[in-house]
């Protein structure tokens, strides 16, 4: 029941939201909700996963089970969205909303969905979570973002809807297709297909998949929601949301389709390899900190993609030490901007500067998210970069050495936006004072664990060891 519980939590307390009044109340609300999440996700994670596995029956007639599991890899995720909410909520708690109840809510609604994507080992429970966390996205997006929040929500709506719909084709195919018609993780990896198959319906879960991480050239969502969501939203989205689609490749891609995905690896690097450097160039060019961080994600989230398919332990290991420092690291980075844009009413690079001398804290904070970022040594970044970058060496040393060029660009665009919004002389015109004490709090959070996981990142390797994995034959 421990792992119901991961779910039960948020989505009881965001049910519960939405019958408070006022502002005050659902943000504190939501702050215990998250942190009893984390307590219960601690407890869970230090049981052997033998030992935290539940299946009750669902839907009987389709022989589909409520069945939860926890490897290595989905110890690491659920970890990641139990220790992001509270920062979350404790960064953005100045940050007001219309209907603030409405807000946490439906923000405990997509918790309670990624927990069950993370949890899950049945794949039409899998398919129901999936969706469970996108429909709040999508009103928290719509009804709480920017100027253009509605056209921008509608093509983020249309993009997931439409790979989720594919995906849910190939999901019935292959449940047609098992040896005793369920939807268990175990009976999908036994399903034999022809070849032409394997290659149709490896591209319908892909697609899918590269929608929500997303990857080249499935990404043109992802700035403008980014953008115009608002910032706790943005923060889950690029911080946990985009790890679905990576962790649904590993999960239920690679090893229902070994052989295809070992076919089709050198085709899916390239296009995470052009992602990564078309990325890194666009992330040059940006004048919005926020599209910037955007692109930013893009490039990352490649390379990750690419060390998937790489098809050695050095690449899988560090994308599972990545999923979860990429994640805090880009939390960090969305809470700078949302801090200078709660005190500016910008986040255009062009309108800033100087914000050292008015704001050293946070000038100080910034660059070690910056550092982090681009995966200097003694960063939590670094260790995962460096096994993927092995793992992709050993795969093709050509892919390795023009996906590291994205390592060069991305230090040219983050020391850019340093120097562009805190060094030089303060702007007469921006009134800024020092990030209020909640900041400062979130943000010291997350330069400790950049600290200590990039000093001493052994507990995270022991956490990720026991992985459902893909078995794959070159």
Same mark, same amino acid.
């Given at each position: 029941m421990i792992l119901v519980s991961l779910i039960l939590i948020?989505?009881?307390f965001g049910l519960a939201s939405f019958f408070f009044?006022? &502002?005050?109340?659902?943000?504190?609300?939501?702050?215990?909700? %998250? $942190?009893?999440?984390?307590?219960?996700?601690?407890?869970?994670? %230090?049981?052997? #996963?033998?030992?935290?596995?539940?299946?009750?029956?669902?839907?009987?007639v389709l022989n589909s089970n409520?069945?939860?599991?926890?490897?290595?890899?989905?110890?690491?995720?659920?970890?990641?969205?139990?220790?992001?909410?509270?920062?979350?909520?404790?960064?953005?708690?100045?940050n007001q909303y219309k209907n603030s109840n409405q807000f946490y809510a439906l923000m405990l609604l997509v918790q309670a969905g990624l927990m069950g994507v993370f949890l899950s080992t049945d794949c039409l429970l899998f398919y129901f979570f999936w969706e469970l966390a996108l429909v709040p996205a999508y009103f928290l997006c719509s009804q709480w973002g920017g100027d253009k929040r509605l056209q921008v929500s509608f093509k983020f709506f249309i993009y997931t809807f439409v790979g989720s719909l594919i995906m849910l084709i190939g999901i019935i195919y292959l449940y047609s297709k098992t040896p005793d018609h369920s939807f268990a993780w175990s009976s999908f990896t036994k399903v034999v297909l022809t070849e032409s198959e394997q290659k149709y319906f490896f591209w319908f879960f892909f697609i899918a998949f590269a929608i929500k991480m997303p990857i080249f050239p499935f990404h043109t969502w992802q700035p403008d929601t980014y953008e115009q969501a608002p910032t706790a939203t943005t923060m889950v989205l690029s911080g946990i949301m985009v790890k679905m689609g990576l962790f649904a490749v590993a999960r239920w891609l690679l090893p229902v389709f070994p052989q295809m995905a070992v076919k089709m690896a050198d085709v899916i690097m390239i296009l995470s390899i052009i992602g990564m450097i078309y990325a890194s160039l666009i992330a040059i060019?940006?004048? %919005?900190?926020?599209?910037? $961080?955007?692109? %930013?994600?893009?490039?990352?989230?490649?390379? /990750?993609? #690419? #060390?998937?398919?790489? &098809?050695?332990?050095?690449?899988?290991?560090?994308?599972?030490?990545?999923?979860?420092?990429?994640?805090? &690291?880009?939390?960090?980075?969305?809470?700078?901007?949302? #801090?200078?844009?709660?005190?500016?009413?910008?986040?255009?690079?062009?309108?800033?500067?100087?914000?050292?001398?008015?704001?050293?804290?946070?000038? $100080?904070?910034?660059?070690?998210?910056?550092?982090?970022?681009?995966?200097?040594?003694?960063?939590?970044?670094f260790v995962g970069e460096f096994l993927m970058f092995n793992g992709l060496y050993a795969y093709n040393p050509i892919f390795a050495a023009v996906a590291g060029i994205s390592i060069i660009l991305a230090?040219?665009?983050?020391?850019?936006?340093?120097?562009?919004?805190?060094?030089?002389?303060a702007s007469a015109f921006l009134k800024v004072t020092e990030i209020p004490k909640n900041t400062i709090i979130a943000l010291s959070i997350i330069?400790? /664990?950049?600290?200590?996981?990039?000093?001493?990142?052994?507990? /995270?390797?022991?956490?990720?060891?026991?992985?459902?994995?893909?078995v794959g034959t070159k």
């Open positions: 948020p989505l009881v009044k006022g &502002n005050d109340a659902p943000k504190t609300f939501a702050l215990i909700a %998250s $942190i009893l999440t984390l307590a219960v996700t601690c407890y869970a994670i %230090s049981l052997p #996963a033998s030992a935290v596995t539940y299946t009750h029956s669902w839907l009987a409520f069945s939860l599991g926890v490897d290595g890899m989905a110890k690491v995720l659920v970890l990641l969205t139990a220790i992001s909410y509270p920062i979350i909520f404790i960064a953005t708690r100045n060019k940006q004048d %919005s900190i926020k599209r910037m $961080i955007a692109y %930013s994600s893009i490039a990352h989230i490649g390379l /990750m993609c #690419a #060390a998937l398919f790489a &098809n050695n332990a050095e690449a899988t290991q560090g994308v599972y030490i990545q999923l979860f420092n990429h994640g805090v &690291n880009v939390i960090g980075l969305w809470i700078v901007a949302n #801090a200078i844009e709660q005190q500016t009413g910008t986040t255009k690079m062009s309108e800033l500067g100087g914000l050292a001398h008015k704001a050293p804290v946070l000038a $100080i904070l910034l660059v070690v998210m910056a550092l982090a970022n681009i995966a200097l040594p003694l960063t939590n970044a230090a040219v665009y983050t020391l850019n936006m340093i120097q562009k919004v805190f060094l030089g002389e330069v400790v /664990m950049v600290f200590a996981m990039g000093v001493y990142p052994k507990p /995270m390797f022991h956490l990720g060891k026991q992985v459902m994995g893909w």
